[in-house]
């Protein structure tokens, strides 16, 4: 079993930053391919970003290119995200998630073994 826990999140006026951590204990996120996805209220869980088990690749949804940024750190097995220039439609309640080595591409992930309870990121305009 593996264990996700974020942190980070918070309230930001539009244009500000915020870094989200994902804390994993149980598997080595050196395994996984490990993604954020997120959920604003009345909306569908949408894939956002993730980097590959090798952290050679990364994948983007498009609105957020050039803005977010994920990476890891295998020796802490842990996980960020770190968001600029944020908009009011960042607004959601952010996931780390682990994946299946090779599960995952720039439409996001075919499956997800382990979610984390999540963290809400509150752009406010």
């Known amino acids: 079993q593996m264990q996700l826990a974020e942190s980070g999140g918070g309230l930001v006026q539009a244009g500000g930053s915020l870094n989200l951590s994902c804390a994993a204990s149980g598997r080595a996120v050196s395994a996984y391919d490990m993604g954020w996805f997120r959920q604003a209220p009345g909306k569908e869980r949408e894939f956002v970003i993730v980097?590959?088990?090798?952290?050679?690749?990364?994948f983007y949804k498009d609105s957020v290119k050039g803005r977010f940024t994920i990476s890891k750190d295998n020796a802490k097995n842990e996980v960020y995200l770190q968001m600029n220039s944020l908009k009011p439609e960042d607004t959601a309640v952010y996931y780390c998630?682990?994946?299946?080595?090779?599960?995952?591409?720039?439409?996001?992930?075919?499956?997800?073994?382990?979610w984390g309870q999540g963290t809400q990121v509150t752009v406010s305009s």
């Open positions: 998630a682990a994946a299946p080595p090779g599960y995952c591409n720039d439409d996001g992930c075919f499956s997800v073994d382990y």
């Open positions: 980097i590959k088990w090798s952290g050679v690749k990364t």
